[in-house]
């Protein structure tokens, strides 16, 4: 009996990330306008906001304050299209010119979104471009000095992970925006 050639892992990985996306994040980030995107649910929140040249940059600080501030929308959003996605999908498989200080943030909910579906299908189409060795082969330079050695499956987890925990919080912010009070008098 001939032995099975068995899982490809990171097919694995990327099944993960595709099935979250296709029956969770992107359903339920359908209808997002600017006015839920920019909302400041408690004081202090960090954001992203208008700088006075016009272009956005997000609320920051390092080390974060303790406890971390709330962030809104746009901030988690904004985070994971720059920092998680393009970044990433520049320094992997681009041309490594990407830096944050030189990075545009999203200005709005349409532009995040879009933003978010071209990375995601970039991102995805990439990982299914690799075979299992490919997902065994350090980061190397393409990521900072403390992840080089890390073979690449760790950082495509890493990268779901991100992904994930980041559209759970969007998602219970989109039901508090929803639920909240002036909601409730909007619609009297």
Known sequence: MAASAGPRWGAEVADQLEFHWDTTMWPRLEGLDDDEYFWEPVDGCWSVRPRPDGTFVPDYAYPAPEPPPVTTIAWRLSHVVVMVLEMRIDHHFGERRLDLADVRWPGGAAEALDRLRAAYGRWITELRRLDD????????????????????????????????????????????????????????
């Open 133 to 188: 060795a490919d997902f065994a082969a350090p980061v190397g330079a393409a990521e900072p000095p403390q992840w080089a050695e890390f073979p690449f499956v760790t950082l495509a987890l890493h990268v779901n992970r991100e992904i994930i925990h980041h559209h759970a919080e969007v998602a219970l912010l989109r039901d508090l925006y929803r639920a909240r009070p002036a909601a409730h008098a909007d619609a009297l």
